[in-house]
């Protein structure tokens, strides 16, 4: 199946009607929604009727040192707002404990519920050394990328939640590289592998914890993902992204941040979506159950690939996971 798409995964509002209007009075918070998969998810939370508070630290005004200015939380709220739902762009520094009480208490005095949290908070891609040892890496860098993966999101939690509980049904979204099967395997880098390793215990320990107030947790991961640093990487846009096959072969099972965040919607549309409490699943694994697809039509399907192909002897095509 093709892959080849022409819109811009940044700026495109299309959406998947499977969940249009789903989410019709349902507040959330997406914590980290400036570019890639968190501003995906804050788009399909949109799209599919819902009020999204949109967090991060790069605005109009200001650059955070991840150092991208073209992408801001205040375009994420706008097409937000475009794909049908109501978003609402929040500067906030989520390792300033203050500023993330102020945020909720700001959505509790607007809109008095939170419905769902989406702890998707990153931007450590600059500090990752892969294939160093421990001891020779840069433990300034190291430390700030747990800082940045990790104390993020459970500042986040520790304010959110107490909103989050006071109605039944919440969702928590952590957002991470990996599943728990994937990640079994090392992933290069000490500090990396454990700041994307946080994410999946933290959603098995809020399962235990938000299930006595009829709240899910999930740990949700992208598979390949072909994000705006990671197309600017291979030196190609949304458009011609099948260029950089021929530099990375595997970049041929790539899905657009969309795909994702479709993922999530999906996830937050269903009633019965504590099945998944406490589970730690690829966006490729939800669209199995719930039918979702990519801006293309297809359903990119990571996990079977990397464990057939890439990490198995299996002769076939990433087109044959798609």
Known sequence: MSTDVSTDVSTDVSTDVSTQGALAGRVALVAGATRGAGRAMAVELGAAGATVYATGRT??????????????I???????????????????????????????????????????????VWGGEALI????????????????????????????????LPLLIRHPGGLVVEVTDGTAEFNRTYRLNLFYDLAKNAPIRAAFGLGEELKDFGGTAVSVSPGFLRSEQMLDH?????????????????????????????????????????????????????????????????????????????????????????
């Open 129 to 160: 050394e892969f294939d160093t040892k421990t001891w020779e890496t840069n433990l300034t860098g190291g430390l700030r990328m747990l800082r940045l993966g990790v104390e993020t999101h459970l500042i986040t939690s520790y304010y959110a």
């Open 59 to 72: 605005t109009r005004e200001r650059i955070s040192e991840v150092g991208r200015a073209t992408e801001t």
């Open 234 to 322: 291979f030196g190609v846009t949304e458009a011609n992204w099948r260029d950089a096959v021929e530099k990375e072969p595997h970049f041929a099972i790539a899905e657009s941040p969309r795909f994702v965040g479709r993922a999530v919607a999906a996830l937050a549309a269903d009633p019965e979506r504590a099945r998944w409490n406490g589970k730690s699943v690829f966006s490729g694994d939800l669209a199995k159950v719930y039918g979702f697809t990519d801006l293309d039509g297809s359903r990119p399907d990571v996990s079977s690939y990397f464990r057939d192909v890439v990490f198995g002897d299996k002769k076939a095509t990433a087109d044959d996971y798609r």
């Open 74 to 120: 205040e375009e994420t709220a706008e097409l937000v707002t475009a794909a049908g739902g109501t978003g609402i762009a929040v500067p906030t520094d989520h390792l300033e404990p203050e500023q993330v009480r102020a945020l909720v208490e700001r959505i509790d005095r607007e809109r008095g519920r939170l419905d769902i949290l989406v702890n998707d």
